[in-house]
Structures are given as structure tokens and as C-alpha cells.
């Protein structure tokens, strides 16, 4: 069973910063491609950003490009998501995600990740 724990949520105005963590309790982290997803009140869930295994491959959803930056450290079983120049229409409740393929690449459909944290609440007041 594979344990996955967001915090770094909060409270922030628009234009501030948050920077959300994921640790991971698979043995198999340092060979996970992640995934980071969000969902606002009233909308379905959405991709927001994924990395592949090895950390040198991202991809973003295009409303957050430039703003947001996913990261990894494998030898602390730990993802991250640096969110810059937030806005109101970030608000939502943000999800990390493990991709049941091996392979080192990156993937954006959430039928493509098999493990989900509870989430942590972004708010980001105008």
C-alpha cells in the first residue's frame, strides 16, 4: 500500500507564493512518475503539472506554465509544487498522485496514476 501526505496548503493572497510537499511512503518512489491535480468547489478535477522518475522531464497544464514549477527529491521520497503569482482561480483542493506505469516519462490522465494523497486546501483570496 502506498501512502501519499500533501501539506503546504493555505490561506495566500493573489500574486503571493505557496510551495506544497508530497512525501511518499513507496519503496518504489525514486522510480514513480507523479503527478500533482487539483479540484475547485463546483468542478471536476483537473491536471495541474507531472514529472517524470528521474526528475528532468515536466510537463504543465497551461493555466499554471510559468507560474508553477514541480520538483523532486528522491532520497527523500518527497514531490513538490512551487506555485508563484497565485491567483483567485487557483483556489481549489490540490492533490498529489503516483502513475502506475514504471516507465520514465511523465503523464497527465488521471486514469494513469493508481495512488492519491487526501489533498491539501489552496485558498487565494483578491
Known amino acids: 500500500q502506498v501512502q501519499l501526505v500533501e501539506s503546504g496548503g493555505g490561506l495566500v493572497q493573489a500574486g503571493g507564493s505557496l510551495r506544497l510537499s508530497c512525501a511518499a511512503s513507496a519503496r518504489t518512489f525514486s522510480h514513480d512518475p507523479m503527478g500533482w491535480f487539483r479540484q475547485a468547489p463546483g468542478k471536476e478535477r483537473e491536471f495541474v503539472a507531472a514529472?517524470?522518475?528521474?526528475?528532468?522531464?515536466?510537463y504543465y497544464a497551461a493555466p499554471v506554465k510559468g507560474r508553477f514549477t514541480i520538483s523532486r527529491v528522491n532520497a527523500k521520497s518527497t514531490v513538490y509544487l512551487q506555485m508563484n503569482s497565485l491567483k483567485p482561480e487557483d483556489t481549489a483542493v490540490y492533490y498529489c498522485a503516483r502513475a502506475r506505469y514504471s516507465s520514465n516519462y511523465y503523464y497527465t490522465g488521471q486514469d494513469e496514476y493508481d495512488y492519491w494523497g487526501q489533498g491539501t486546501q489552496v485558498t487565494v483570496s483578491s
Open positions: 514529472i517524470n522518475w528521474s526528475g528532468d522531464s515536466t
